[in-house]
């Protein structure tokens, strides 16, 4: 089938996909970036209202019935694995609201690709953790990411619209005493609001035997109020955790997100996401599932490709030569064809960037 995006804002759709990407093989796209790692969002929902997310009220949600169930996510994830996707991370939103997050770890970690079984890992506000941690460790999560922008109770507060920090704290607590490594701590960098305590942050990681890891504030708010000047950069992050501890660059990067640093040459290290500062499209291997089905290739993509309607056709997909239904194999072929039409970049620093009319809680962490 030929793959239709479906266009988010007011930028027009880019070229139509080329009818010739490879039909099996690895998720390769044209700029020779092979793609292993698929976001799946949970859901739009959280139990908080970040301030750099979404308002506190007014919130748009997706219709209950556009949400993908269990059975739909796990045939997307069965799929990605086939064409070689290692890693599912779980996103929201808070994937944590979803009652049947156990069940969707237990399915996913069962899914069999060519290099084995995938890797679980999930980003999380941690506040139900202590509640269904263990659960999810039985079911076959790999790893956790918190999110945490302070460790002070009034702006913790200010931060989220809820006075919720206790819980955090619990959840990072109940995966430091969980075999589950590394543990995690995102925390977004904003000018004037938390700016004074990174070396805070660092310190509080490395007390949970955590990795700290500060990302550059992106124009992803569902309010569209993002200002690059209020964005506390790469080098001023640097600049501020230098003057507690000598640092030096972790090699091997790959396709992490993240650059890495050691903290005085020792086990503890700190790293910086400069989405916006210093891209790392290059080497970028990720794709991503919203909630509501539609296949995103970059998180300030501007179009979509919708999976609901094969996911949700009336008649059941008939059996092909080889064995696969024909939703499968359309399903495929969407994704192939989304891989293919990613862009060699996100161009936030161009004058013509548009930031996408989803906030980062519909697109997925």
Known sequence: MSAVPVTIGTRMPPPAVS???????????????????LRISLTDRCSLRCTYCMPEQGNEWLAKTSILTL?????????????GVTTFRLTGGEPLLRTDIVEIVRRLARIEGPEGHPEIAMTTNGIRLPEVLPDLIDAGLSRVNISLDTVQRERFRELTRRDRLDDVLAGIAAVQASPLRPLKINAVAMRGVNDDELVDL??????????????????????????????VTRDEILTALGERWSLAPVPGRGGA???RWMLDGGEHT???????TAPFCGDCDRLRLTADGQLRNCLFSTTEYDLLPILRADAPGSLSERGETKRDTDLDAMLRSCVRGKLPGHAINDPSFLQPARGMNAIGG
Do not use: N
């Open 71 to 83: 059975d739909e996510i796990e045939r997307v994830a069965r799929i990605a694995a086939a064409a």
């Open 270 to 276: 700190v790293g910086v996401i400069a989405s916006v």
């Open 19 to 37: 009818a010739d990407a490879p039909a099996s093989g690895a998720l390769l796209d044209t700029h020779g970036r092979v793609h292993r790692d």
């Open 202 to 231: 660092v310190e509080f990681a490395v007390a949970h035997d955590a990795q700290m890891r500060f990302i550059e504030q992106m124009p992803l708010d569902a309010g569209h109020t993002w200002d690059r000047a209020s964005m």
């Open 257 to 259: 997100p993240a650059e």
